[in-house]
């Protein structure tokens, strides 16, 4: 996630090339995990904050995925769909952790 105070922006990248994060998306919908790479994840930490606090922050978001190394595909604009939870996952270590899933809707799609 990256975090831009100058154009008020969030961008969210689902990297399926990592494989400490496993992130999901099914059409419009996207399980898209927090920031952090190893230990616990804290809903309160960086940008975890910002994401959870998008629907009243007005920050707008904006989804990108990686399937190939360095090859970036814009999805379009998410909201949060939903309250996030705590699932378990693996670390950048192998060590299990709990971390924070966020439900997200994409609500615009790029023009082909």
Not at 15 to 22: A, I, S, W
Not at 36 to 50: C, E, F, P, R, V
Request: a positive charge; hydrophobic letters at 30%.
């Amino acid at each position: 996630m990256r975090r831009s105070h100058a154009t008020n922006s969030l961008v969210l990248i689902m990297d399926h090339t990592k494989r400490f994060y496993r992130d999901k998306r099914n059409r419009d919908q996207v399980e898209y995990t927090g920031m952090g790479k190893t230990g616990y994840m804290d809903l309160n930490y960086a940008q975890n904050k910002t994401l959870n606090e998008s629907k009243t922050n007005g920050v707008n978001m904006f989804m990108f995925e990686v399937t190939n190394p360095g090859e970036y595909s814009y999805l379009g604009r998410v909201c949060l769909g939903g309250e996030p939870y705590q699932k378990s996952q693996s670390d950048i270590n192998d060590n299990t952790r709990k971390v924070w899933i966020f439900p997200l809707k994409l609500i615009e799609y790029p023009k082909d």
